[in-house]
């Protein structure tokens, strides 16, 4: 489909592939394999002499449908759907980088990707740094001759802290390295990262994508090259591919995504002010508040501030008094969700030093400045009045 259209319209008719029916809803196609009219048919399929769909690791009608309009989205030439956002990251290692590589990551990212980097893929002879992504100066310090990949994710979880995509890139492209970013929080809504000259954009299906917390999912999308020659063949071999009914899923919330997202950030925005004037808030992190030492950055590479943001509660003492006081405000409430996922229309809330980073050591935490007394909110599509009430008897005096 056409590219010139904007993103509301892609995000409903891009990549639509009709069958013989002429289905107006795009079709599930839950099959495993595919058949032919002959052994030579089968044998040209199968060798990609002649187009056509193989097996479902790596060929299925529905799922090409997601990736044909993730790609265009992001502005992307092409796209491998995957099982969830971290057999997208795999898949990316995989096809990559090989023994002897080191990767620079930063080091405020999803615990599970720190996780993937620092103990999996080490074991396997990829060596990774991991820098304070805000700051240019720390991920040119980090440089090595063997640098083969820079990993970003900005906004970052939790601390929402902003890469200079501008910066990330001419580092990149001075050391020959592939550049990559989890454009998770923002989604190409808000931001495409390939537009500044990013290598490849990383994606979890399951968080803004599906929005409803059912599905997971993921995807890589940039040249078709890399896409084709050195990811399709990690799916073919090792096999982290998308069911097609959870394409199917992703397909119907890439449909509704500019509007969820677009309203879900102005919500957060309205969250985050009314939060920042709380007497039991320390620090209230999101790119959308003048207060964000990145404010300017954000708004320049960004088309909103996203939906998620993370908050420090007040609490006199150390680290586990910090903790008390921050679990005992995620028991009080009553609306939001206590739960890990984000970019649900329902709002969530988590206290990532024991949940999603939980598993991090003391030092990488630290590394993270990820904080005892550190909550993360992912603001859905209630109301917002509901939700400030919510925080509000949460937050209240112990
Ligand atoms: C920023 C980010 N990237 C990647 C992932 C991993 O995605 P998945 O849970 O689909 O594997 C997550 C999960 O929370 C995430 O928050």
Redesign the pocket.
């Known amino acids: 489909m056409d590219d010139h259209f904007d993103t509301d319209t892609l995000a409903i008719r891009a990549g639509t592939e009709r069958s013989q029916f002429q289905e107006h809803s795009e079709a599930l196609f839950l099959t495993s394999s595919f058949v032919y009219g002959s052994a030579a048919e089968a044998a040209a399929k199968f060798g990609g002499s002649e187009d056509g769909y193989v097996y479902s690791r790596f060929s299925n009608p529905t799922v090409r449908m997601f990736e044909r309009r993730l790609a265009t989205l992001e502005g992307g030439e092409d796209c491998i759907a995957t ?7 795999l898949a990316l290692a995989l096809g990559t980088l090989k023994s002897g590589d080191h990767v620079i990551c930063g080091a405020s ?5 720190v996780t993937l980097f620092s103990t999996l893929l080490a074991r396997f002879g990829i060596e990774t740094s991991f820098v304070r992504g805000a700051d240019p100066a720390a991920w040119r310090a980090a440089v090595q001759p063997n640098t083969r990949l820079l990993y970003c ?1 900005t906004p ?2 939790p601390l929402m802290e902003i890469v200079d995509l501008a910066e990330f890139v001419k580092l990149g492209r001075e050391l020959g390295a592939l550049t990559a970013v ?1 454009n ?2 923002c989604t190409p809504v808000l931001q495409r990262p390939l537009d500044f000259g990013v290598d490849v954009v ?6 803004f994508i599906d929005g409803q917390g059912r599905a ?3 995807a890589v999308v940039g040249r078709r090259a890399l896409i084709q020659d050195a990811l399709l063949p990690v799916l073919r071999t090792a096999g982290p591919c998308l069911s097609p009914f959870n394409a199917w899923v992703l397909l119907k919330g890439l449909e509704t995504l500019p509007l969820r997202i677009r309203a879900q950030s102005a919500a957060a925005l309205e969250l985050a002010r009314w939060l920042q004037a709380q007497p039991a808030v320390a620090q209230v992190n999101f790119p959308g508040l003048d207060s964000h030492p990145q404010a300017a950055l954000a708004r320049a590479q960004q088309q909103g501030p996203g939906a998620v943001l993370s908050f420090v509660v007040k609490a006199d003492g150390d680290a586990a008094a910090q903790r008390r006081r921050a679990w005992q405000a995620i028991d009080r409430v009553r609306l939001f969700s206590i739960t ?4 649900d229309t329902r709002s969530t809330i988590t206290h990532p030093a024991s949940t ?1 980073h939980g598993r991090l050591t003391p030092e990488a935490r630290e590394r993270a400045g990820i904080t005892e007394g550190l909550l993360r909110i992912s603001v859905g599509l209630e109301s917002v009045t509901d939700l400030k009430a919510d925080l509000a008897q949460a937050l209240s005096a112990p």
Do not use: P, W
């Open positions: 099982s969830s956002g971290m057999a997208a990251t990212v999803f615990g599970a990707t994710e970052s979880n989890d998770c929080f990383t994606h979890t299906g399951t968080k997971m999912g993921g890990g996922n984000l970019g999603t």
